[in-house]
């Protein structure tokens, strides 16, 4: 790898309100769906960490829980998560739709007095529903992307480049993500029951990888799906089994794309009641408690 005196490299926070774009801001950035994308809100719940190599930057990028007023604990150690990894994050982009300009000072937030250490840069999302005019003016004011149209994210990877120390690169060129296969299993497992059911629902589900043999061909990952209630499983599983069928295609798909290589995967629903607020359950799911992270 080349040394630190001719490279940078930093941990790059995403951050912002639910639905601003910021997962599909890593996946453009990356060049890879890395982090689950949906129009429902609050569908990131997990730190998604993302790399980009580009000559002597080292990019490593972190998706973020939105940040919001938490309802229950859950929602709590999500915010703390997201708090967590903005501590420790070299510059903090602060994303913003471009339709809703001006972003409010990211401290309100955080209700914090202080962001973090780190410097921020506001980046407004979202550049293609506002007019040309507008554009410029943003443009001017700070960085401006579209995701969907693909512009904006070179000049925002230059803005970003400079504003990172000097350092030695710590992954290989040609890695995209720091986490494990498992990891992603449960991710896109979790992105079809968003995208296949309606209303409350996808938010009562969480997905936990039980078995994963990598070097079975197909590629062999078993996966339970947690709800709430009895009700609520009927309904993942369909009549007929046509639901949770559709759902683990629609992920299979996505995990072939990733992985190179066919799976087969294999879904189960089990119940699992109040899940969202018992400690030892979001424990074993990843959203570790912290003194900060509780409530009462």
Excluded: C
């Excluded at 910021?22 to 950035?29: E, G, I």
């Excluded at 780190?118 to 407004?124: E, F």
């Amino acid at each position: 790898m080349p040394d630190d005196h001719s490279t940078r490299f930093g941990h790059i926070a995403l951050a912002g309100r639910p639905n601003v774009g910021k997962s599909s801001l890593l996946n453009a950035l990356v060049g890879s769906h890395l982090a689950i994308v949906s129009p429902k809100a609050q569908a990131t719940r997990l730190p998604v960490t993302g790399l980009r190599t580009e000559g002597d930057v080292q990019y490593v990028f972190h998706d973020l829980p939105g940040l919001f007023e938490p309802s229950y604990l859950m929602q709590v150690r999500m915010r703390q998560l997201a708090l967590d990894a903005l501590a420790r994050a070299d510059l903090i982009l602060h994303l913003h739709p471009a339709p809703e300009a001006p972003a409010p000072p990211l401290a309100d937030l955080l209700r914090l007095d202080d962001v973090a250490p780190a410097p921020v840069l506001t980046v407004y999302t979202k550049g293609d529903l506002v007019g040309h005019a507008r554009r410029a003016e943003l443009e001017r004011e700070t960085a401006l992307v579209s995701v969907t149209e693909g512009w904006g994210l070179a000049s925002l990877l230059g803005r970003i480049a400079g504003l990172l120390p000097t350092a030695a690169h710590r992954f290989e060129a040609d890695d995209i993500g720091t986490q494990p296969l498992r990891f992603f299993a449960a991710e896109y497992v979790r992105e079809a029951a968003f995208s296949l059911l309606e209303d409350e629902l996808p938010y009562a589900i969480n997905a936990q990888v039980e078995e994963f043999r990598e070097s079975e061909r197909p590629v062999y990952i078993r996966v339970h799906l947690f709800v709430e209630r009895d009700s609520q499983k009927r309904i993942v599983i369909g009549g007929g089994g046509r639901t949770i069928k559709a759902i683990g295609a629609q992920a299979r798909a996505r995990l072939e794309e990733l992985i190179g290589a066919p799976v087969y995967l294999d879904l189960w629903v089990k119940v699992l009641p109040h899940w969202r607020t018992s400690p030892a359950a979001l424990s074993r799911f990843g959203f570790p408690g912290t003194p900060k992270a509780e409530v009462s």
